[in-house]
């Protein structure tokens, strides 16, 4: 490890290293600063009192030169929180925070009227966020595991609620969502520059891919003027785990579309899967109302997901 000559925390100028709330960033952020020699600690919303801007478990990373990412509320009080885990650094030792209701902090009030507790963590060791960092590449669900008594941090395989478990706290990470779109045209090209400028990442898929590639954490949006083009997509998108499927079209079009998927024996469970006409609200007569309607409509299934 490089060594950083230390600055006293008065001196830092406490900002962004880049502006994200995404685990997979956040993670990458702080693997980085640890292999890179830096001190860093990772900062944890494990309690919410009366509503918060932030899901629990929402993370900050902190490094010794006062640079962080993520955040625990909604901008309000991340400088404070990274000036406290800059002391935690500097002490070597774990420590808890709250900040708006019932927080010590009187003159910092969170504008959802509700309280936080925050958990940081000094990092000690690159090895266990290097394991959440690795899992989310290869999108698998991960957990990673704070034991407060002990200071230290342990990975867990797999799906895992996020919450208080045995006087350990348990935060649940699963892939970032992603979308296999199938098109041509102005249509697919908007959505595609749409979705993407969302952070979100799109693939041009075919048939096999879709069979190959499409898991629990891919959406599945089919963007064809011509059911003939689309269903043998469709077929294989029916069989994968996608937590999404959408088709263009309007109601008469999908009528058509219910009914020969009924005639080669899909159940109505399967055919209650496909989103149709495709899009959040409309109907959307140009292509950029059509892709901002498709996104969000994706996005409230992801949010409709969450634990």
Not at 66 to 84: L, P
Not at 154 to 170: E, I, K, M, Y
Not at 259 to 288: H, K, T, V
Request: net charge neutral; proline share 5%.
């Amino acid at each position: 490890m490089t060594s950083h000559q230390a600055v006293p925390i008065d001196e830092l100028d406490l900002q962004p290293a880049i502006l994200t709330d995404r685990p997979a960033d956040i993670f990458r952020f702080l693997n980085e600063a640890i292999l890179g020699g830096r001190r860093c600690a990772l900062v944890t919303l494990v309690e919410i009192v009366d509503g918060a801007a932030r899901a629990l478990g929402a993370h900050m990373a902190v490094r010794d030169d006062g640079r962080y990412c993520g955040f625990v509320s909604g901008g309000c009080v991340e400088t404070t929180v990274a000036r406290e885990a800059l002391l935690a650094i500097v002490e070597g030792a774990d420590r808890v925070c709250h900040f708006g209701k019932g927080s010590p902090y009187f003159d910092i009030v969170l504008p959802c009227g509700g309280g936080i507790r925050l958990a940081i963590h000094v990092v000690r060791s690159a090895d266990t966020i290097g394991i959440v960092v690795d899992a989310l590449a290869r999108r698998k669900s991960i957990g990673l595991v704070y034991d407060p008594e002990r200071q230290q941090l342990s990975a867990r395989d797999g799906p895992s609620p996020t919450g208080w478990q045995n006087g350990l706290f348990v935060t649940g990470y699963r892939p970032d969502p992603r979308i296999l779109l199938s098109g041509q045209g102005i249509e697919a090209r908007t959505f595609t520059s749409i979705a993407t400028s969302a952070g979100i990442e799109v693939i041009q898929a075919d048939a096999d891919l879709v069979h190959s590639s499409a898991d629990a954490q891919t959406a599945i949006v089919l963007l064809h003027h011509d059911i003939d083009r689309e269903l043998p997509l469709l077929r294989c998108a029916l069989r994968t785990d996608a937590f999404y499927i959408g088709c263009l079209g309007s109601r008469r079009t999908h009528i058509r579309r219910r009914e020969q998927l009924r005639r080669e024996r899909y159940s109505p469970e399967q055919l209650d899967r496909i989103n149709a006409p495709i899009g959040l609200f409309g109907p959307a007569r140009d292509a950029r109302s059509l892709a901002v309607s498709v996104l969000a409509e994706v996005l409230s299934h992801v949010e409709q997901r969450r634990p």
